[in-house]
């Protein structure tokens, strides 16, 4: 089983600032990597599929990349929508399908 | 546009069975074309799948929890439903059902989960 991790587990930015988050991969993935935002009380919602495409709705501000077993989420100016818990997902190897353990980002 | 809504009950007891609901309204269930999925979070954690079922009625496991899962789809109602055996507190959890593609060559976009419903939290207690 493919296993991801995220770092770091809470980062704390002021709005504006840039948010780089990161999601390694236990063994390749490929490109076959998604990003998903969850604020309080809300399922997760899709932002980023194959490692670097945009969600249909997903401002321009977020951004990712990386292939293989590496990969960053990166929010340019952080708005204060932004604040909330990412999620990285891999589709390359399933069943099973896996998720990281979550990135917090936090006003500071 | 479309709708997953879970149901069920919200308190499950010790060594009892979870049993759960979804209803897929704004589309049809049966299609080629998805997976309907569910996806279980601890509060406080990250999520994680528990299995997908394909209209037929095809179904992929987590291999953690196969022992003692079943999903399954009835097309006639556009409802899938998962059913986790002798539960313990460690089963307590947001409840999630999802959509993802089969990878039949449409937008890359659905190879994940695009929609989910809201959510149902199942809490394992005496």
């Known amino acids: 089983d493919i296993v991801l991790t995220q770092s770091p587990a809470t980062l704390s930015l002021s709005p504006g600032e840039r948010a780089t988050l990161s999601c390694r991969a236990s063994r390749s993935v490929s490109n076959y990597l998604a990003w998903y935002q969850q604020k309080p009380g809300q399922a997760p919602r899709l932002l980023i599929y194959?490692?670097?495409n945009r969600a249909t709705g997903v401002p321009p501000r977020f951004s990712g990349s990386g292939s293989g077993t590496d990969f960053t989420l990166t929010i340019s100016s952080l708005e204060p929508e932004d604040f909330a818990v990412y999620y990285c997902q891999q589709r390359s190897d399933w069943p099973p399908l896996s998720f990281g353990g979550g990135t917090k980002v936090e006003i500071k | 546009q479309l709708q997953l809504q879970e149901s069920g009950p919200g308190l499950v007891k010790p060594s009892e069975t979870l049993s759960l609901s979804c209803t897929v309204s704004?589309?049809?269930?049966?299609?080629?074309?998805?997976?309907w999925a569910w996806i279980r979070q601890p509060p406080g954690k990250g999520p994680e799948w528990i299995g997908s079922?394909?209209?037929?009625?095809?179904?992929y496991y987590s291999p953690s929890l196969r022992s003692r899962l079943t999903v399954s789809v009835d097309t006639s109602k556009n409802q899938f439903f998962l059913s986790l055996d002798s539960v313990t507190a460690t089963d307590t959890a947001f409840y999630y059902c999802?959509?993802?593609?089969?990878?039949?060559?449409?937008?890359?976009?659905?190879?994940?989960?695009?929609?989910w419903g809201q959510g149902i939290l199942v809490t394992v207690s005496s």
């Open positions: 999802a959509r993802h593609s089969s990878g039949d060559g449409g937008p890359a976009e659905e190879d994940y989960f695009d929609y």
């Open positions: 079922v394909f209209y037929s009625g095809t179904t």
């Open positions: 704004g589309g049809s269930i049966n299609s080629r074309s998805y997976y």
């Open positions: 194959d490692s670097s």
